[in-house]
């Protein structure tokens, strides 16, 4: 199939109108007249993500995060993304992205972290598209029972893949949680979101320590924080499955990345 097949397929189901102004959504690298056979997708365009890109065949890479979001004048081999891009290039890959697209979608990252920390049952968007109030930032749901902080917790590092980050709570470990707000990647914009809906919990990424300290003190929900990689890594198996329905049977072959490509590398509790 033609790379522009693919492409319509994916922009049917994650709409480049849907992105953020400042993102930069849709074809990164590659020509929509090659043909493509294995899709392989990732959370970040990193060079590990390539290599196994490379060594698997695949002729495409869909990512969640974006290679070039700002402005370059060069793309040169002498830097790492230049690197990556003649690597791509010259290995015949392309590379696709849908991010803050995605991340509103429905269903979207949200909808796939929810399903990942438990939650079941009928989701809703925090923040609802004022054209479509069924898809927009975040997830809303409940799980099956209610359950303590404490368990709640260690599901949701059951649920995601492990990091060295790991999964941090804020609030009384013995709390009941039974309704929960989940933002994948970076969500410490919706704190003021999370408590107005009334949850027990909120799961997301990157809180920073005065936000969540000013927001603990206010007796709203608790706090759930996970790597942002993590959060957002749930989606890919669904956006590999919606695109290969999307096609004709037997089009594509996809396969999901399992390198744990988050940032931070080591963690260590320290003495206590």
Known sequence: MRLSHVITALDELYPPAWAESWDAVGLTVGDPGQEVRRVLFAVDPLAAVVDEAL?????LIVTHHPLLLRGVTSVAAT??????????????????????????????????????????GELRPMVPRPDD????????????????????????????????????????????????????????????????????????????????SEFAEHDGPALVDAAHFATEW????????RLAEALPPGTLETRVSTLVTDAWRLHHEGVK
Not at 168 to 179: W, Y
Not at 234 to 241: H, I, Q, T, V, Y
């Open 234 to 241: 749930p989606w890919l198996a669904d956006a590999a499955s």
């Open 133 to 212: 109030p069924r898809r927009g930032l975040g997830r809303i749901g409940t799980l099956p029972e209610p359950v303590p902080l404490a368990a709640f917790t260690a599901a949701v590092a059951a649920g995601l893949p492990g990091t060295a980050w790991g999964v941090r709570a804020a609030g009384d470990p013995e709390r009941p949680v039974s309704t929960v707000a989940v933002c994948g990647g970076a969500g410490d914009s919706l704190l003021d979101t999370a408590r107005a809906a009334g949850v027990d919990a909120y799961v997301t990424a990157d809180l920073r320590h005065h936000p969540a």
């Open 55 to 59: 060594g698997w065949g695949a002729d």
């Open 79 to 120: 830097t790492p993304k230049g690197r990556l891009i003649h690597r791509l290039v010259t290995g015949g890959v392309a590379l696709f992205t849908a991010h803050t697209n995605a991340d509103v979608a429905d269903p979207g990252v949200s909808d796939a972290l929810a399903r990942a920390v438990g939650l079941t």
